[in-house]
């Protein structure tokens, strides 16, 4: 029981990481293409 304890811990923490860095790129790479279509902003 402890086992997958740990390893459903573990795949949990591992998707929200990636989740979390796809994110952030997609979030940057958005802000990228405003700041050049808007350069005022």
Do not use: H
């Not at 304890?5 to 989740?19: D, F, H, M, T, Y």
């Amino acid at each position: 029981m402890n086992t997958y304890v740990l390893l459903l811990i573990c795949v949990l923490i591992v998707s929200l990481a990636g989740l979390g860095s796809l994110y952030y790129l997609l979030n940057r790479n958005a802000a990228r293409r405003r700041s050049v279509r808007r350069p005022g902003r």
